[in-house]
């Protein structure tokens, strides 16, 4: 089994729509990460948080909120969908180690009509 | 503003050897990682480099020069399974990773 899970892995939804996006971890790591992919673009990180009681805005965080709900659980919400929000969302984690290495999850593809 | 620059597409040959380059300009710098991304898949992590010199991991080495704002992942003994797209990221003064739009590396025969 992973050990960063997403779900859905793909969803396609219509505009004005609330979507959630849950990601849990069996890694043991505090930070979590939500990251958005597009063609030709770098990772753009959304919301990140380093522990239950810390929840922190990204590059991009208009339209999109989160839920710190365990150490284990990081969930992204998009409370009303618009096309430009289709992309490729993923979640990751990582340790207070050296490297701060990110550990992903396998990535949800949202496609908003 | 910040930013990371990286070839979009590159092509080699199998058994070859490729270099893939990353010039970057941010604020501060904490160290500077290379991720390995096979397509529809996450990204995975390849190297970290924090100090200026050549780090060696089997058939990827990454170089970093701090005064340069430049790195390279250097790929030897290429196989068809190294076609993927190859991310660039660096960690800014606030411990935020700064992320290249990565460059897809394709393999031929």
């Known amino acids: 089994d992973a050990d960063v899970t997403q779900t859905p892995r793909n969803r396609i939804t219509k505009t004005g729509k609330r979507i959630m996006l849950e990601c849990s971890q069996t890694?043991?790591?505090?930070?979590m990460y939500w990251y958005r992919q597009d063609p030709g673009l770098g990772l753009r990180l959304i919301y990140y948080?380093?522990?239950?009681?810390?929840?922190n805005k990204g590059e991009i965080s208009d339209g999109y909120s989160v839920s710190r709900q365990a150490q284990a659980k990081f969930s992204l919400s998009l409370e009303s969908a618009i096309p430009n929000q289709t992309a490729l969302y993923f979640c990751a984690t990582s340790g207070t180690g050296d490297t701060g290495e990110l550990f992903f999850g396998e990535g949800s593809r949202l496609t908003v009509l | 503003g910040q930013n990371i620059d990286q070839p979009t597409e590159m092509t080699a040959t199998e058994g070859a050897i490729v270099q893939i380059n990353c010039t970057y300009q941010t604020s501060g710098f904490n160290g500077l990682f290379w991720y390995q991304q096979h397509a529809g898949e996450a990204p995975t992590f390849l190297s970290y480099n924090v100090l200026d010199g050549l780090e060696e991991k089997g058939r990827f080495s990454s170089f970093l020069s701090r005064s340069k704002g430049y790195s390279y992942l250097l790929l030897k003994e290429l196989q068809m399974k190294d076609s993927a797209s190859y991310l660039c990221a660096v960690m800014d003064s606030n411990y935020q990773l700064i992320w290249g739009a990565g460059t897809k590396l394709i393999i031929k025969p």
């Open positions: 890694k043991g790591h505090d930070r």
């Open positions: 948080s380093f522990d239950v009681k810390d929840i």
